[in-house]
C-alpha cells in the first residue's frame, strides 16, 4: 500500500520535489551534458576526506572505522567506480551497463560507482571477502556486506525509530537530515539536485567531496542511494531497501535521514551505488 501511495505522490510532485525514484520506477530522463564536473572551477568543492584514526584500509584502498552503536565497520565513503572496477576485472560475466550506459556524464576513478543492482552489490561483497581472506588482510570470521537498514540509521545519526520493519520505519522521524534540522540544506551539505544550490556538481562527485559527519562517514546524505540487506517489506519479500537520496533529489521529504526507498533487487539506475561495512573484529 506504502508503495502505491508513493507513486501516486510522485506523479503529483512538481518542482525539486520531481525527481524521485518510486518503487518500481518510469525511466528517468538521461542527463545529456558531456562530463560530470562542478559547473565553475572557481568553486568546485575540494576533497575534504581524511583517513580517521582507528580505522582500516583493505586492499583496494577502501578505508573503514567503527560505528559506535553497531557491530560492524563501516566504509566511511561508497563504493567507487575504481573498487568495482577491480571486481569486474576478475570476474567474467559482470553486467557491464555500470561503465557507460548513456548515462552522459563522465565519472573518474574515485567517483561512486552507479547502475548496480542489490544483486551487483552483494556479488562484490562475496567476492571482496573471499579476495581478503586469500591474501590474509581479513580474518576467518570476518566479511564484507551491506549494511542493516538499523545500522545505517545509526550511521547517518538517528535516534530510536519507532517500528518493526524498514517500512514502519520510514519517514517516521521528521524534520531530520543528514546535516541537521535546517532547511533548506546549507552550503556544503552534500552533493543533491541542483535546484537546491547547495553544490557545484552537476551530477556525482567524489568520495570525500564533502565534510563527514560526527561518526566521520561521508556522503550518508546525497551522492549516489546506497542499497541495504533489508526487505522493505520483511512479509512480501518485493523490494529491498535504499538510504540516503543523491544529486538527483531535491525535495525535502525523500532527504530525511529516516527515508527509505524501496526497489526491486535487479533494478539499476544511474543514482543507485552502495556502501560496505566489515562485519568481525
Known sequence: MRQTLLLMAVIALVGCGKKTTP??????????????????????????????????????????????????????????VKDYAAYAAANAGVDESWKDFGRGFKQADTHP??????EDAKAFCEWLTKK?????????GQK??????????VAVGLGKELG?????????????????????PPKGAGNYDKELKVDNYK????????AANKLGLHDMGGNVWEWCEDWYDPAAKEYH???????????????????????????????????CVLVGE
Open 113 to 118: 560507482v552507479v547502475h548496480v543492482n542489490w
Open 23 to 80: 518503487a518500481e520506477p518510469e525511466a528517468k530522463a538521461q542527463p545529456t551534458e558531456a562530463a560530470n564536473k562542478p559547473e565553475s572551477p572557481e568553486t568546485e568543492l575540494k576533497p575534504v576526506a581524511k583517513i580517521p584514526a582507528k580505522s582500516f584500509t583493505n586492499t583496494l584502498g577502501m578505508v573503514f572505522k567503527p560505528v559506535p552503536g553497531t557491530e560492524v565497520q563501516f566504509c566511511i565513503w561508497e563504493t567507487r
Open 203 to 210: 551530477y556525482t562527485s567524489p568520495a570525500g567531496s564533502f
Open 241 to 275: 531497501v535504499l538510504r540516503g537520496a543523491s544529486w538527483y533529489y531535491g525535495s525535502p521529504d525523500f532527504l530525511l535521514s529516516s527515508y527509505r526507498l524501496g526497489l526491486s533487487p535487479g533494478h539499476r539506475d544511474f543514482d543507485l551505488g552502495f556502501r
Open 132 to 140: 581478503e581472506l586469500a591474501a590474509g588482510k581479513i580474518k576467518a
Open 164 to 184: 518493526d520493519t524498514p517500512e514502519a520505519k520510514d519517514g517516521g522521524i521528521k524534520d531530520v537530515y543528514p546535516w541537521g534540522k535546517e532547511w533548506p
Open 144 to 153: 564484507y556486506r551491506l549494511p542493516k537498514d538499523a545500522e545505517w540509521s
